[in-house]
């Protein structure tokens, strides 16, 4: 079955302490996995994707095949990094997304 | 950037009316769109595929005849909720695929609907 787990629902740290987001996958395949971000009233916009191997506002994830996952992660969070996190797998061939149930970040001061 | 509009942003209406909700693409074509529906504090929930000039691909447990689905242009897509009752009261969200650029997917801001 094809399924995106996001074990986390709210993560909360303080400014400037390193920050690591869960997300795990299933899929018969190589799928390729994304990160996408939700800041408050704002629509959806992608953060990271697995291909592009880029750092993104400080933010890197590791597609890890042998573990299904592809954690998101950064050294020193931020108050503004505050948002509903996303992960999510699309197939090779498809534009279709499947994502996770996401991870509310809480970044205290 | 690439903009995907959806319009109306929230619509409340009656038990028994039908809704139809707009998503555009402003600055590029879409061929393909897609309707997701989420619920409070839950994951989006693919509903359907719309394809420019064919029938839309519907997931499985969506009903077809209750939620309606034209792309009859390459920027615009509508989802109708026909005949909508409360429990089709959600926040629907829809996104588009433009090809030419690396993006997978941008998406609208979304539609509340709220159904008395």
């Known amino acids: 079955a094809q399924r995106v787990t996001q074990p986390e629902k709210l993560l909360s740290v303080f400014k400037g302490a390193p920050v690591e987001l869960k997300c795990n996958y299933s899929y018969s395949g190589s799928p390729e996995l994304f990160w996408y971000v939700q800041y408050s009233r704002q629509r959806l916009q992608l953060l990271l994707r697995h291909i592009s191997r880029e750092s993104i506002k400080g933010f890197t994830a590791d597609l890890n095949k042998g573990e299904t996952s592809f954690h998101l992660k950064k050294p020193f969070a931020q108050e503004e990094d505050s948002a509903m996190y996303y992960c999510?797998?699309?197939?090779?061939?498809?534009?279709?997304?499947?994502f996770g149930t996401g991870t509310r970040l809480q970044v205290f001061p | 950037g690439a903009v995907v509009s959806q319009h109306p942003s929230w619509v409340i209406c009656k038990s028994g009316t039908s809704v139809k909700i707009e998503c555009r693409s402003l600055?590029?074509?879409?061929?393909?769109m897609f309707w997701y529906r989420q619920f409070p504090k839950q994951s989006l929930m693919l509903m359907a595929t719309?394809?420019?000039?064919?029938?839309?691909?519907?997931e499985q447990g969506v009903e077809k005849d209750k939620f309606l689905i034209n792309h009859a242009s390459l920027t615009l897509s509508t989802l109708t909720v026909t005949s909508a009752h409360p429990e089709d009261s959600s926040f629907y969200i829809c996104s588009a695929v433009d090809r030419g650029r690396s993006q997978p997917q941008h998406f609208g801001d979304g539609t509340r609907l709220s159904i008395l």
């Open positions: 719309s394809n420019e000039g064919s029938k839309a691909t519907y």
């Open positions: 999510a797998l699309s197939g090779l061939n498809t534009d279709k997304l499947i």
């Open positions: 600055d590029f074509q879409a061929t393909t």
